[in-house]
């Protein structure tokens, strides 16, 4: 089957660093993206990771390990507008490379 | 550029009633998909499309209809509106080149209750 496991919350003070985990079980991979939505807002695009290892981008960071079915993604110094859900999604490999979503974790960072 | 619009808004539906969502990018993005969001869990995709005149199922097709006329709009109908179709929808489309699919672009999602 196809599952991706997400915690469903997560609080944090602001300026502190928070790891967001996410686990996979699918029939096939071809990457694992992060997005980022806002309560009430579309998901923007956050990080992409197709090979082993961590992509920095700023102050958010993104780590893979296919053979572990594991990701998680770093914020640090936290500020106040990164309150908002966390949707992991991983990348099938069959026919047309679909996304398959978790179901989110919601960030509450506190002052 | 615009991105990924989507109207309407909001929308209160009768059971029964029909209503058709609709969908436009001026990306020139040729894969385009409906999703569902509920409450607490992922994003479910109903429909996609892969370029113009071609559309397929995703996971959670029954109870919609869609069409891809032209590269830019992508609509979706529901025929007999039933509260089980209570959700949020987002419209999204990415570029897939040889077989590699970029990033998906959202649009703002619509908010449509059943009742």
């Known amino acids: 089957g196809q599952n991706i496991d997400q915690p469903t919350e997560m609080t944090a003070t602001e300026g502190a660093i928070v790891q967001i985990n996410c686990t996979y079980q699918?029939?096939?991979?071809?990457?694992l993206f992060w997005y980022q939505q806002h309560a009430g807002e579309a998901p923007t695009f956050l990080s992409y990771?197709?090979?082993?290892g961590l992509e920095e981008k700023g102050r958010f960071s993104s780590f893979l390990s296919r053979s572990k079915g594991y990701s998680y993604l770093l914020l640090k110094e936290l500020q106040m507008k990164d309150s908002a859900s966390y949707l992991c999604a991983v990348r099938d490999a069959g026919g047309y490379n679909k996304l398959i979503f978790g179901a989110g974790t919601r960030l509450a960072v506190h002052p | 550029n615009a991105g990924v619009t989507q109207t309407p808004k909001f929308r209160i539906l009768k059971i029964g009633q029909s209503m058709t969502l609709q969908c436009t990018q001026d990306m020139n993005h040729n894969y385009m998909y409906w999703y569902r969001q509920d409450p607490g869990m992922g994003l479910k995709l109903i429909y996609y499309s892969v370029g113009a005149g071609i559309t397929d199922k995703g996971e959670v097709p029954n109870g919609y209809n869609v069409s891809r006329s032209t590269t830019e709009d992508f609509p979706l109908r529901l025929e007999l509106a039933a509260p089980s179709q209570t959700s949020v929808y987002f419209c999204?489309?990415?570029?897939?080149?040889?077989?590699?699919?970029?990033?998906?672009?959202f649009g703002s999602g619509t908010q449509l209750s059943v009742l």
């Open positions: 699918t029939s096939g991979f071809n990457g």
């Open positions: 999204a489309s990415s570029y897939n080149q040889g077989g590699v699919q970029e990033k998906l672009f």
């Open positions: 990771n197709v090979l082993d």
